[in-house]
């Protein structure tokens, strides 16, 4: 699956670490799915291609929001990412530990005819 990069980059600064993570993608009603556990982030279409690109604005989206409101590290503590600062680098939560605390993907693991395929975020880094 390819990278995700966000539009507008050099506005954010131009320093960024890639992250490895795992996004499900699913059909329901007609409707493709790619969900994100990582980030709790959802994109949607009409076939797999418009969910990943739903996603991939909902991603960038997440991350122009929270960097503007200075919570982005906040965020990605909350939803259980190791940072680490000094050495610029961030550990997404395994899968295994999001089923027990994640209702969403638990549900989607359990009841639903899923794919799984690793995704590549780049991930901002700030001074």
């Given at each position: ?33 790619a ?30 929001y ?62």
């Amino acid at each position: 699956m390819e990278n995700l990069q966000l539009k507008g980059e050099k506005k954010f600064g131009s320093t960024r670490v890639k992250v490895n993570v795992q996004v499900f993608l699913f059909m329901e009603d007609d409707i493709w799915y790619a969900y994100l556990p990582a980030l709790d982030i959802n994109g949607y279409g009409n076939n797999e291609n418009e969910a990943k690109e739903s996603l991939k604005i909902a991603i960038n989206e997440f991350i122009r929001y929270t960097l503007n409101k200075k919570t982005f590290f906040d965020e990605l503590k909350r939803l259980g990412w190791v940072i680490k600062k000094s050495k610029k680098s961030f550990i997404a939560p395994k899968i295994s530990d999001l089923i027990n605390e994640n209702e969403e993907l638990k549900e989607i693991v359990d009841s639903r005819s899923y794919k799984s395929d690793d995704y590549q975020v780049r991930v901002p880094v700030l001074a």
